[in-house]
């Protein structure tokens, strides 16, 4: 059966604050450490962002009945031809294509993806096109990184160590530099971090409360090995380098510009941009990989909880919600 999904075109027109147009007024604040089918129409929002004038064509998908429809999302990945979802209510990996066609769950007849009790809530995609899916057995069980290759066939795993808190959502992300697993964690109040790990499970390095850290969600990594962390409370991006050196944080809280509220998900792209979901504002805000603002992309009015953005080969921007996926064919 062909899912139901909507595509629906979008006016984006971009002002040049400098030249003078109307723009965000707030910068983003940088502190460093030194040296198809087509449903009913939906309204759509527009977004003033920086450059030009253009149309973009959307396609919303997700919510429909059937096989494909998500309940709880919470993590998302994209490889050259495939969107990969965690979704932590039916406790599997749900694969679409990037035209918007449910493929099939991963892996194939196997719920909690071979581990009763666990649910996954985030997946990552390693330079060789392995699967990682960060499990949560919160709190009856340890929770567990999960290395797949594409067939489903289990390459490794590990659990989590108990020396950090547990029960607030985490993140996780594969970085290409060094197939290094970055894992998030939070008391859910007060202190958060991110712990890196090679991928045999070996913990390398932990930091955060030392800067300052209280809900880390998210995690990415870029091509030279730096980390950056979405704060969902502190409404910061943390970035480190490879050794866990801490760098410098960005973004803030604010509702424009370069200003974040409730920060979620965050991937870097090929070009080095840093996208991050902000939340409240139902927007994904656009950084240099040294944290200056660049512009911001409007989700649609369907695009109610976003919670994860991934970039495709193509130019895609992919962005998850509890319940739909957006994808943008350019941004």
């Not at 709880?72 to 599997?92: C, E, F, H, L, M």
């Not at 991963?106 to 699967?131: C, M």
């Not at 080969?313 to 962005?319: D, I």
Request: a neutral charge.
């Amino acid at each position: 059966m062909c899912p139901e999904f909507e595509i629906l075109k979008i006016t984006v027109t971009q002002v040049n604050p400098a030249a003078g147009g109307r723009g965000d007024a707030v910068p983003a604040k940088v502190e460093t450490a030194g040296p198809a089918q087509a449903t009913r129409p939906l309204p759509v929002d527009t977004k003033e962002v920086s450059g030009g004038s253009s149309s973009v064509r959307v396609i919303i998908f997700g919510d429909e009945s059937g096989p494909g429809n998500l309940l709880g999302a919470r993590g998302v990945a994209v490889s050259p031809d495939k969107i990969w979802v965690a979704d932590q209510t039916k406790a599997r990996l749900q694969v679409y294509n990037m035209a918007g066609a449910f493929q099939h769950e991963f892996p194939q007849e196997a719920p909690g993806l071979g581990y009763p009790g666990k649910r996954p809530v985030d997946v990552s995609i390693d330079r060789d096109g392995h699967i990682w899916v960060l499990m949560t057995g919160y709190p009856a069980s340890a929770d567990r990184v999960v290395q797949l290759d594409r067939e489903g066939h289990l390459k490794a795993n590990f659990e989590l160590p108990d020396n950090v808190p547990r029960g607030a959502t985490r993140g996780m992300a594969v970085g290409l530099h060094n197939d290094h697993v970055f894992v998030t964690w939070s008391d859910t109040l007060y202190s958060g971090g991110v712990q890196a790990f090679q991928p045999d499970g070996k913990l390398l390095w932990g930091v955060g409360p030392q800067q300052g850290m209280k809900m880390p969600m998210h995690v990415a990594a870029n091509e030279e090995g730096n980390v950056y962390v979405s704060d969902y409370n502190f409404h910061y991006v943390y970035v480190y380098d490879a050794s866990g050196r801490y760098v410098l944080k960005f973004g803030g809280p604010g509702r424009s510009g370069g200003r974040l509220n409730r920060p979620r998900g965050i991937c870097v792209d090929g070009s080095g941009h840093v996208l991050v979901v902000d939340s409240e504002s139902r927007r994904v805000v656009m950084y240099s990989g040294r944290g200056t603002y660049i512009r911001d992309i409007a989700l649609p009015r369907r695009a109610e909880y976003p919670v994860g953005v991934a970039v495709g080969p193509g130019g895609q921007l992919v962005v998850l919600n509890k319940n739909t996926i957006v994808v943008f064919p350019r941004y």
